[in-house]
């Protein structure tokens, strides 16, 4: 029988959260690289379908885990229902979202199986037949290759933004979906609502665009031509740490190590020097411009256009061009 690749899908709001899709495109890969069979699993609340959606991806079948427990995130649920999933099924990889809830219940899943779980990983490759997983050391200094010793199943987090959701195989026709029985029990504790739902919270992580500032702005006040550029490019404001710290914009705002890290088609860095600890977080995005009146600003080295300059003048006179372009 052929390896398998569970992926485990996350909701959110009781819709597939869009980060799954990303998971999908990293485990499609890793099942062309290993010829494993790749299947996609649903722990659900009674009232939940997201298999429906699962169904739109390739892959060899949905398995969909329902119960009463699975309602609401609980991390003892999860972890029972996919201990008894796994013990039956025994897949070789099992992949999730580097996300807050992943980061709950996944230690916890793979310490109760005794086996290894590596998190917030950037590529999967295979290499003489060893499958090697790349994750971020030091704030992202360095790239650490790793690989699994022991017994599968082996647990992976993806981070989010690094795989492109959108390149996901879609099926030709919608996959089959078969139950698999699952009686957990939540555990004693009460979990709150998820960190990242939070109230006004903003999910960077999936924005197109993104305009970042940083400490070059000056004062609070001049955010108003950061959030123009912002407004005229259909696009979310985002800013350094100490641009948080200050609190001239929220924390859910904050790109970069101890912030989100983000991957949108279009990074606009105003007045941001490109510390590493914020490359790190944005990296990943498709076209860089940034805008710093420093030539030698760290930032220019991940940039694909540069405006070396005073973002005063350069910001205010992009905006109206940009207005220009979408009035006309
Ligand atoms: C443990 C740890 C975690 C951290 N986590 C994060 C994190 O998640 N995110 C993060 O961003 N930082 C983080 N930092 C902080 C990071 O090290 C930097 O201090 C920070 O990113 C710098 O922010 P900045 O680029 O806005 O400011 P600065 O480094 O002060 O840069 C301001 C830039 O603006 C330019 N500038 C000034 N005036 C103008 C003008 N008129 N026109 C154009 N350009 C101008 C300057 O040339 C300069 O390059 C962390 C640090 C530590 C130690």
Not at 8 to 33: G, H, I, M, Y
Not at 95 to 106: E, I, K, M, N, P
Not at 248 to 271: C, E, F, H, I, N
Request: proline share 5%; aromatic share 6%; with cysteine.
């Amino acid at each position: 029988m052929a390896d398998e690749i569970l992926v485990v899908a996350e909701s959110r709001n009781q819709q597939l959260a869009p980060s799954t899709a990303e998971v999908v495109t990293a485990a499609q890969k890793l099942a062309a690289d290993t010829g494993a069979e790749l299947r996609l699993l649903a722990l659900e609340g009674p009232a939940e379908d997201l298999c429906a959606a699962l169904a739109g991806f390739q892959s060899a079948g949905v398995l969909r885990a329902r119960h009463e427990a699975l309602a609401a995130y609980s991390p003892e649920a999860y972890t029972q229902a996919l201990v008894q999933v796994l013990s039956r099924r025994q897949p070789r990889y099992v992949l999730f979202a580097h996300s807050y809830r992943t980061r709950d219940f996944a230690p916890r899943l793979a310490t109760r199986m005794g086996r290894a779980f590596i998190s917030d990983v950037t590529a999967v490759r295979v290499e003489n037949g060893r499958t090697i997983a790349s994750r971020p050391m030091f704030e992202g200094r360095l790239a650490a290759d790793t690989v699994f010793l022991g017994e599968p199943p082996y647990f992976l987090s993806v981070q989010i933004g690094v795989f492109r959701g959108d390149q996901a195989a879609r099926a030709a026709a919608p996959v089959a979906i078969s139950d698999e029985a699952v009686t957990p029990a939540a555990g004693p504790g009460k979990t709150e609502a998820p960190f990242q739902e939070a109230k006004h919270a903003v999910d960077l992580t999936q924005a197109a665009v993104i305009v970042a500032v940083g400490r070059g702005i000056k004062e609070a006040k001049n955010l108003e031509l950061a959030q123009k550029l912002a407004a005229a490019l259909g696009g979310e404001i985002a800013a350094s740490r100490p641009i948080c710290d200050s609190g001239w914009l929220p924390m859910d705002r904050q790109v970069g190590s101890s912030g989100q890290t983000v991957a949108p088609k279009l990074y606009v860095a105003v007045g941001v020097s490109g510390a590493i600890q914020h490359l790190v977080g944005m990296k990943g995005s498709r076209a860089v411009v940034a805008i710093n009146k420093d030539p030698e600003a760290p930032i220019f080295e991940v940039a694909d256009v540069g405006a070396v300059g005073d973002l005063f003048e350069i910001v205010p006179a992009l905006t109206a061009e940009i207005e220009k372009l979408r009035q006309g």
